[in-house]
């Protein structure tokens, strides 16, 4: 799951777009390159989030990389 897009369902950030970071068990670590960067990550149950994008995962290094890759699928998916 690493890479992909995550949907937020729950929480005070419910509706946002996220990154998915690092999985351990139940928790993942999602990222926006904006609010919540690579080092520190939003912490949520797996149980609150949705997946919206499987394929093709990728390994991000930097938060601008997943500020760019957040806004382009904004922006095809508003197509």
Do not use: W
């Amino acid at each position: 799951m690493v890479g992909c897009f995550a949907f937020a369902m729950a929480g005070h950030d419910k509706g946002k777009i996220y990154i998915i970071t690092k999985q351990e068990g139940d928790i993942v670590y999602l990222c926006d390159g904006v609010h919540k960067l690579l080092e520190k990550p939003k912490r949520k149950n797996i149980k609150h989030i949705q997946i919206i994008k499987k394929e093709k995962p990728l390994g991000y290094n930097a938060d601008e990389e997943i500020k760019q890759s957040i806004k382009m699928y904004l922006a095809k998916m508003e197509e």
